[in-house]
């Protein structure tokens, strides 16, 4: 059992020995991401008192926020998204540990100024997963994920990120909330360090993190319910139903708008989150981004001993096609999403799927139409 005073720091090294070797381009370009997350943190801390545009983010970071507008994806950005950003940027970019960093808030990879040295790994986050909550103080966080550059590749280009989930050598997410934290895997095991403002340091608090096989609480925006494809009716259907239906227990329902809330939850009680295609045109692609958001957090429920799934394909195993590609994301208990990807499977071979009773009190479950449209 680690030692109740060992930081992030000082982990990533004994993991590092345990493994059979130092990586200490890894460990600075992760200690780089620890530090980011603190000034992201002390930004997010402040809420309404985040200074406004061209002013300092932070007392200890003096890059100007920039304007707030629309980034790629067709969302407005608040400004304390682009803070995130440019602290994310402006705290990796001098190490000499990375020759490039994707973001959701930038359409294109992002180039490490030529009067810093260049590494081997690339770098790809959502700086203020949330950041739709930030307006009512709920928790908010960032999420990353590392891979290796190509061998010889110095200037990035947009091909160069697109790797299976599979090829990550690092992937994390932090929490602003109650509390700070950071949880994250090197490629064996979950790990969940807490901010600890006394002495300035993330510190182990939470080790070997597994997501508990009991199951009583699923998050999904039921306000979606319309759209959904049957195989999602059909389980949110018999959660519905609770002790008095096929799965004979009660569960609960929760969506909190945040992504890594979400998950946090899941890796400390169980449960699966459902952000499923459905019949809009926008979101049958699926609505969270595969690079920065889907692939590291599918990396961190697996490492947890879950699983992760479009519904139809293990998120790792997607080859990307493009930067800011989406993709439906089911993940959490195994057993759970297992049961989704069989409801699926029997869907897609025109299995006739068996519904108990109409979902949230409608006459019908789906109209032809819908059922057309989802097919």
Known sequence: MPHRHTTFSKFIIEDQRRRGG?????????????????????????????????????????????????????????????????????????????????????????????????????????????????????????????????????EPEVEHFLQPGTQQVA????????????????????????????????????????????????????SNARFWEPPVRQYVEECIKGSSGPREADFNMRWIASLVAEVYRILIRGGVFLYPRDARPTHKPGRLRLLYEANPIAMLVEQAGGAASTGRQRILDIKPMALHQRVPVILGSKAEVERLVAYHAAYDRGEELAFHAPLFGSRSLFLPSETAALG
């Open 171 to 222: 992937a994390g997410f932090a929490l602003y909330g109650p509390a700070d934290m950071i949880i994250a895997t090197f490629g064996e095991g979950v790990h969940g360090f807490t901010l600890d403002r006394e002495i300035g340091a993330y510190t182990l608090t939470h080790p070997d993190m597994r997501i508990p096989d009991h199951v009583c609480e699923f998050a999904i925006n039921s």
């Open 22 to 154: 130092a990586d200490t381009d890894l460990t600075a370009l992760l200690n780089d991401v620890q530090t980011a997350c603190k000034f992201i943190a002390s930004a997010a801390a402040r809420g309404s008192l985040t200074p406004s545009a061209g002013q300092p983010a932070t007392a200890h970071f003096a890059a100007p926020a920039p304007e707030p507008g629309v980034n790629v994806h067709g969302e407005t950005q608040k400004p304390l998204d682009l803070i995130a950003n440019e602290i994310m940027l402006r705290t990796c970019e001098y190490g000499g540990k990375l020759c490039g960093m994707a973001s959701e808030e930038m359409e294109e990879p992002y180039r490490i100024p030529r009067e810093y040295p260049r590494g081997r790994y690339l770098l790809a986050f959502d700086p203020l997963d949330g950041s739709s909550n930030v307006d009512v103080n709920l928790t908010v966080g960032t999420i990353f994920s590392i891979l290796k550059a190509p061998d010889g590749v110095d």
